[in-house]
């Protein structure tokens, strides 16, 4: 089992910065990519960004070149940098850990508003 419980959400102006945390507890060694996905109500979940664990990453086309992640293996935490927020962004932002065998952990999530 791997339990991850992020942090840094808030409310924040347009064009302001946020940065979300993720740590990861538990069979840590089973996780191979970890990322960020968010929801708004009445939509699916999305895909955010991910990193795996040789530091390949990717991205959501609606957030390059404002939100950038990474990751310290060492403290088993995944960051998110949010710069240039637009009101678009606003959801739940979910840390997510998939393991080497496909499984998926989830974090509680933690909302971003952006206000306009």
């Known amino acids: 089992q791997v339990q991850l419980v992020e942090s840094g959400g808030g409310l924040v102006q347009a064009g302001g910065s946020l940065r979300l945390s993720c740590a990861a507890s538990g069979n840590i060694f089973s996780i191979n990519a970890m990322g960020w996905y968010r929801q708004t109500p009445g939509k699916q979940r999305e895909l955010v960004a991910t990193?795996?664990?040789?530091?390949?990453?990717n991205f959501a086309d609606s957030v390059k070149g404002r939100f950038t992640i990474s990751r310290d293996n060492a403290k088993n935490t995944v960051y998110l940098q949010m710069n240039s927020l637009k009101p678009d962004d606003t959801a739940v932002y979910y840390c997510?850990?998939?393991?080497?065998?496909?499984?998926?952990?989830w974090g509680q999530g933690t909302q971003v508003t952006v206000s306009s």
């Open positions: 997510n850990a998939e393991g080497f065998s496909k499984r998926n952990y």
């Open positions: 990193i795996t664990s040789g530091g390949t990453t």
